[in-house]
Protein backbone atom coordinates (compact mmCIF):
# COMPACT_ATOMS: atom_id res chain seq x y z
CA UNK A 1 0.00 0.00 0.00
CA UNK A 2 1.39 3.24 -0.87
CA UNK A 3 1.82 5.84 2.06
CA UNK A 4 -1.42 7.95 2.96
CA UNK A 5 -0.87 12.02 1.55
CA UNK A 6 -1.28 14.95 3.82
CA UNK A 7 -1.58 18.17 2.57
CA UNK A 8 -1.38 21.61 4.50
CA UNK A 9 -2.60 24.14 1.90
CA UNK A 10 -2.48 27.81 3.41
CA UNK A 11 -3.27 30.68 1.11
CA UNK A 12 -0.58 33.78 0.74
CA UNK A 13 -2.68 36.74 1.61
CA UNK A 14 -1.25 37.05 5.02
CA UNK A 15 1.13 35.57 7.52
CA UNK A 16 0.69 32.75 9.37
CA UNK A 17 -1.19 32.80 12.50
CA UNK A 18 -1.74 30.42 15.55
CA UNK A 19 -4.51 28.53 13.70
CA UNK A 20 -2.45 28.00 10.83
CA UNK A 21 0.33 26.31 13.07
CA UNK A 22 -2.36 24.14 15.03
CA UNK A 23 -3.22 23.05 11.17
CA UNK A 24 -0.08 22.59 9.98
CA UNK A 25 1.09 20.81 12.91
CA UNK A 26 -1.98 18.62 13.31
CA UNK A 27 -1.51 17.51 9.81
CA UNK A 28 2.68 16.75 10.57
CA UNK A 29 1.20 14.65 14.21
CA UNK A 30 -1.67 12.81 12.08
CA UNK A 31 1.08 11.96 8.72
CA UNK A 32 3.97 10.72 11.28
CA UNK A 33 1.87 8.75 13.19
CA UNK A 34 0.33 6.60 10.36
CA UNK A 35 3.61 6.79 8.13
CA UNK A 36 2.28 9.02 5.71
CA UNK A 37 3.54 11.94 3.71
CA UNK A 38 2.73 15.80 4.45
CA UNK A 39 2.50 18.03 0.98
CA UNK A 40 2.46 22.15 0.58
CA UNK A 41 0.50 23.31 -1.56
CA UNK A 42 0.39 27.12 -2.13
CA UNK A 43 -3.42 28.36 -3.00
CA UNK A 44 -2.63 31.43 -4.89
CA UNK A 45 -5.26 32.33 -7.57
CA UNK A 46 -6.60 35.32 -6.11
CA UNK A 47 -4.01 37.57 -7.68
CA UNK A 48 -5.23 40.34 -6.33
CA UNK A 49 -4.79 39.32 -2.22
CA UNK A 50 -1.45 36.42 -2.31
CA UNK A 51 1.30 38.34 -2.45
CA UNK A 52 5.29 36.82 -2.76
CA UNK A 53 6.28 38.06 0.25
CA UNK A 54 3.73 35.99 2.54
CA UNK A 55 4.74 33.28 0.34
CA UNK A 56 8.51 33.55 1.54
CA UNK A 57 7.21 33.68 4.84
CA UNK A 58 5.11 30.68 4.76
CA UNK A 59 8.29 28.45 4.05
CA UNK A 60 10.49 30.74 6.52
CA UNK A 61 7.29 30.18 9.48
CA UNK A 62 6.81 26.34 8.72
CA UNK A 63 10.47 25.60 8.57
CA UNK A 64 10.78 27.68 11.88
CA UNK A 65 8.07 25.04 13.51
CA UNK A 66 10.34 22.01 12.46
CA UNK A 67 7.97 21.07 9.45
CA UNK A 68 9.51 19.78 6.45
CA UNK A 69 7.24 18.80 3.09
CA UNK A 70 7.92 17.14 -0.23
CA UNK A 71 8.93 19.03 -2.99
CA UNK A 72 8.10 20.41 -5.63
CA UNK A 73 5.90 22.58 -3.75
CA UNK A 74 2.44 23.06 -6.07
CA UNK A 75 1.88 26.81 -6.59
CA UNK A 76 -2.01 26.58 -7.97
CA UNK A 77 -1.37 29.46 -10.10
CA UNK A 78 0.71 27.95 -12.47
CA UNK A 79 -1.72 25.36 -13.00
CA UNK A 80 -4.48 27.37 -14.81
CA UNK A 81 -4.46 25.39 -17.75
CA UNK A 82 -5.66 22.25 -16.04
CA UNK A 83 -8.21 24.11 -14.08
CA UNK A 84 -9.60 25.33 -17.49
CA UNK A 85 -9.73 21.80 -19.04
CA UNK A 86 -12.15 20.88 -16.35
CA UNK A 87 -14.55 23.88 -16.67
CA UNK A 88 -14.78 23.57 -20.52
CA UNK A 89 -15.63 19.46 -19.49
CA UNK A 90 -18.26 20.71 -17.44
CA UNK A 91 -19.63 23.19 -19.64
CA UNK A 92 -19.80 21.08 -22.13
CA UNK A 93 -21.61 19.11 -20.45
CA UNK A 94 -24.11 21.77 -20.16
CA UNK A 95 -23.27 22.38 -16.03
CA UNK A 96 -21.95 25.54 -15.99
CA UNK A 97 -23.69 28.92 -17.02
CA UNK A 98 -21.63 32.78 -17.63
CA UNK A 99 -23.52 34.97 -14.68
CA UNK A 100 -22.78 38.70 -16.14
CA UNK A 101 -23.89 40.50 -12.58
CA UNK A 102 -21.75 42.78 -10.97
CA UNK A 103 -21.55 42.18 -7.26
CA UNK A 104 -23.23 45.21 -6.85
CA UNK A 105 -26.34 44.10 -9.09
CA UNK A 106 -26.33 41.04 -7.18
CA UNK A 107 -26.33 42.52 -3.66
CA UNK A 108 -29.47 44.81 -5.28
CA UNK A 109 -31.09 41.57 -6.95
CA UNK A 110 -30.82 40.41 -3.13
CA UNK A 111 -32.47 43.28 -1.26
CA UNK A 112 -35.39 43.20 -3.80
CA UNK A 113 -36.28 39.55 -3.49
CA UNK A 114 -35.68 40.18 0.44
CA UNK A 115 -38.16 42.71 0.54
CA UNK A 116 -40.84 39.85 0.10
CA UNK A 117 -39.32 37.08 2.17
CA UNK A 118 -35.85 36.35 3.46
CA UNK A 119 -33.70 35.11 1.02
CA UNK A 120 -31.69 31.55 1.65
CA UNK A 121 -27.97 32.34 2.37
CA UNK A 122 -25.18 29.97 2.02
CA UNK A 123 -23.23 27.97 4.88
CA UNK A 124 -20.94 30.60 5.10
CA UNK A 125 -24.06 33.24 5.14
CA UNK A 126 -24.06 34.65 2.17
CA UNK A 127 -27.14 35.01 0.19
CA UNK A 128 -27.44 32.29 -3.03
CA UNK A 129 -27.04 33.61 -6.45
CA UNK A 130 -30.51 35.69 -7.19
CA UNK A 131 -30.01 35.93 -10.76
CA UNK A 132 -31.45 34.37 -14.35
CA UNK A 133 -28.10 34.15 -16.26
CA UNK A 134 -28.92 30.43 -16.14
CA UNK A 135 -31.87 30.74 -18.12
CA UNK A 136 -30.43 33.58 -20.54
CA UNK A 137 -31.20 33.43 -24.53
CA UNK A 138 -27.83 31.88 -26.34
CA UNK A 139 -28.09 34.81 -28.85
CA UNK A 140 -28.22 37.27 -25.48
CA UNK A 141 -25.21 35.21 -23.74
CA UNK A 142 -23.06 35.26 -26.66
CA UNK A 143 -23.52 38.87 -27.11
CA UNK A 144 -22.77 40.03 -23.83
CA UNK A 145 -19.50 37.57 -24.08
CA UNK A 146 -18.83 39.39 -27.32
CA UNK A 147 -19.02 42.88 -25.65
CA UNK A 148 -16.51 41.23 -23.00
CA UNK A 149 -18.57 41.86 -20.43
CA UNK A 150 -17.04 40.21 -16.85
CA UNK A 151 -18.77 36.82 -15.87
CA UNK A 152 -18.55 34.51 -13.40
CA UNK A 153 -18.76 31.15 -14.76
CA UNK A 154 -21.61 29.34 -11.60
CA UNK A 155 -22.66 25.97 -11.17
CA UNK A 156 -26.03 24.80 -12.47
CA UNK A 157 -26.57 23.36 -9.27
CA UNK A 158 -29.66 21.24 -10.08
CA UNK A 159 -28.47 19.91 -13.27
CA UNK A 160 -25.51 18.77 -11.71
CA UNK A 161 -27.30 16.92 -8.78
CA UNK A 162 -29.62 14.87 -11.19
CA UNK A 163 -28.72 11.64 -10.25
CA UNK A 164 -25.98 12.41 -7.03
CA UNK A 165 -28.19 12.38 -4.44
CA UNK A 166 -26.60 10.22 -2.57
CA UNK A 167 -23.21 11.52 -1.94
CA UNK A 168 -21.67 11.61 1.13
CA UNK A 169 -17.98 11.61 2.85
CA UNK A 170 -16.23 10.14 5.21
CA UNK A 171 -15.54 12.72 8.64
CA UNK A 172 -13.04 11.90 10.85
CA UNK A 173 -13.20 14.57 12.67
CA UNK A 174 -16.29 17.12 13.34
CA UNK A 175 -18.72 19.56 11.53
CA UNK A 176 -20.20 22.97 13.62
CA UNK A 177 -23.22 20.59 14.78
CA UNK A 178 -21.06 17.68 15.78
CA UNK A 179 -21.95 15.45 12.24
CA UNK A 180 -19.38 12.52 11.82
CA UNK A 181 -18.59 9.05 10.08
CA UNK A 182 -20.85 9.33 6.77
CA UNK A 183 -21.94 12.40 6.79
CA UNK A 184 -24.51 13.35 3.65
CA UNK A 185 -23.13 15.90 1.19
CA UNK A 186 -25.93 18.89 0.96
CA UNK A 187 -24.55 20.78 -2.02
CA UNK A 188 -28.02 22.50 -3.03
CA UNK A 189 -27.29 24.83 0.16
CA UNK A 190 -24.59 26.10 -2.12
CA UNK A 191 -26.98 27.12 -4.53
CA UNK A 192 -25.01 27.85 -8.02
CA UNK A 193 -21.73 28.23 -7.03
CA UNK A 194 -19.26 30.14 -8.86
CA UNK A 195 -16.66 27.74 -9.99
CA UNK A 196 -14.52 30.06 -12.12
CA UNK A 197 -14.57 34.13 -13.25
CA UNK A 198 -13.76 35.42 -16.71
CA UNK A 199 -10.30 36.75 -15.58
CA UNK A 200 -9.26 33.47 -13.16
CA UNK A 201 -10.62 30.58 -14.85
CA UNK A 202 -10.86 28.56 -11.55
CA UNK A 203 -12.15 28.64 -8.24
CA UNK A 204 -10.90 28.11 -4.28
CA UNK A 205 -13.56 24.83 -4.77
CA UNK A 206 -12.68 23.29 -8.27
CA UNK A 207 -9.18 24.20 -7.59
CA UNK A 208 -9.10 22.15 -4.40
CA UNK A 209 -10.83 18.99 -5.72
CA UNK A 210 -8.58 18.62 -9.09
CA UNK A 211 -5.32 18.93 -6.55
CA UNK A 212 -6.19 17.00 -4.03
CA UNK A 213 -7.02 14.18 -6.95
CA UNK A 214 -3.58 14.71 -8.87
CA UNK A 215 -1.58 15.44 -5.86
CA UNK A 216 -2.65 11.63 -4.69
CA UNK A 217 -4.02 13.23 -1.41
CA UNK A 218 -5.53 10.55 0.76
CA UNK A 219 -6.40 12.77 4.40
CA UNK A 220 -7.78 16.03 4.22
CA UNK A 221 -6.71 17.69 7.82
CA UNK A 222 -8.57 21.30 7.35
CA UNK A 223 -10.03 23.77 9.44
CA UNK A 224 -14.06 23.33 10.29
CA UNK A 225 -14.90 26.81 8.72
CA UNK A 226 -14.72 24.22 5.47
CA UNK A 227 -16.59 21.53 6.61
CA UNK A 228 -19.92 22.58 4.44
CA UNK A 229 -17.53 23.24 1.57
CA UNK A 230 -16.76 19.64 1.17
CA UNK A 231 -20.28 19.17 0.39
CA UNK A 232 -19.00 21.22 -2.86
CA UNK A 233 -15.94 19.33 -3.29
CA UNK A 234 -18.09 15.93 -2.98
CA UNK A 235 -20.08 16.95 -5.56
CA UNK A 236 -17.25 17.99 -7.79
CA UNK A 237 -15.54 14.91 -7.45
CA UNK A 238 -18.48 12.98 -8.36
CA UNK A 239 -18.65 15.24 -11.37
CA UNK A 240 -15.42 15.20 -12.68
CA UNK A 241 -14.78 11.04 -11.88
CA UNK A 242 -12.23 11.71 -8.94
CA UNK A 243 -11.64 9.52 -5.92
CA UNK A 244 -12.41 11.14 -2.64
CA UNK A 245 -10.38 11.42 0.31
CA UNK A 246 -10.98 10.90 4.01
CA UNK A 247 -11.55 14.31 5.72
CA UNK A 248 -10.90 15.60 9.21
CA UNK A 249 -12.53 18.88 10.49
CA UNK A 250 -10.53 20.33 13.51
CA UNK A 251 -11.51 23.15 15.84
CA UNK A 252 -10.13 26.71 14.66
CA UNK A 253 -8.20 28.39 17.18
CA UNK A 254 -9.76 31.24 18.46
CA UNK A 255 -8.63 34.51 20.44
CA UNK A 256 -9.99 35.35 23.73
CA UNK A 257 -13.06 36.32 22.95
CA UNK A 258 -14.09 33.38 21.15
CA UNK A 259 -13.53 34.63 17.36
CA UNK A 260 -11.51 33.15 14.69
CA UNK A 261 -8.14 34.22 14.37
CA UNK A 262 -7.27 36.74 11.16
CA UNK A 263 -4.75 36.84 8.53
CA UNK A 264 -5.12 41.02 9.28
CA UNK A 265 -4.29 40.74 13.29
CA UNK A 266 -0.81 40.99 14.22
CA UNK A 267 -1.25 39.74 17.68
CA UNK A 268 -1.39 35.77 16.97
CA UNK A 269 0.73 35.85 13.80
CA UNK A 270 3.91 32.96 13.67
CA UNK A 271 6.99 35.78 13.36
CA UNK A 272 5.33 38.17 16.03
CA UNK A 273 5.13 35.70 18.45
CA UNK A 274 8.55 34.54 17.48
CA UNK A 275 10.17 38.08 17.67
CA UNK A 276 8.47 37.97 21.35
CA UNK A 277 10.96 35.11 22.10
CA UNK A 278 8.44 32.15 21.44
CA UNK A 279 9.76 28.91 20.67
CA UNK A 280 8.41 26.37 18.30
CA UNK A 281 7.63 24.08 21.51
CA UNK A 282 5.26 27.19 22.87
CA UNK A 283 3.50 27.23 19.97
CA UNK A 284 2.25 23.98 20.27
CA UNK A 285 1.77 24.60 24.00
CA UNK A 286 -0.58 27.71 22.24
CA UNK A 287 -2.33 25.88 20.08
CA UNK A 288 -2.74 22.47 22.62
CA UNK A 289 -1.19 19.93 20.81
CA UNK A 290 1.34 17.54 22.84
CA UNK A 291 4.88 18.52 23.10
CA UNK A 292 7.23 17.60 20.69
CA UNK A 293 6.99 14.66 17.66
CA UNK A 294 5.07 11.52 19.26
N1 LIG B 1 -6.44 27.62 1.19
C1 LIG B 1 -7.43 27.42 2.20
C2 LIG B 1 -7.19 28.38 3.34
O1 LIG B 1 -6.10 28.93 3.46
C3 LIG B 1 -7.42 26.01 2.76
C4 LIG B 1 -8.02 25.06 1.80
C5 LIG B 1 -8.12 23.62 2.25
O2 LIG B 1 -7.41 23.19 3.17
O3 LIG B 1 -8.91 22.91 1.63
O4 LIG B 1 -8.08 28.59 4.13
Known sequence: MPPPVFRFAPSPNGYLHLGHAYSALLNVDLARRV??????????????????EFEAAIYEDLAWLGIGWEKPVRRQS????????AVDALSARGL??????????????????ERAAPWPRDPDGTPLYPGMAKSL??????????QGVP?????????????????????????????????AARPQAWGDVILAR????TSYHLAVVIDDSLQGVTDVVRGRDLFWSSSVHRLL??????????????????????????????ATALR???????????IRRLVGLPEGPP
Not at 198 to 201: H, I, L, Q
Request: hydrophobic share 35%; with cysteine.
Open 198 to 201: KETP
Open 78 to 85: EHFARYLE
Open 137 to 146: APAARRRLLE
Open 272 to 282: ELRRQGATPAD
Open 35 to 52: GGKLLLRIEDIDATRCRP
Open 96 to 113: IYPAFESRAEIAALVAER
Open 151 to 183: YALRLDMAAACEGAQDLAWTERGEGPGGETGNV
Open 237 to 266: QHLLGLPQPAYRHHPLVTDASGQKLSKSTD
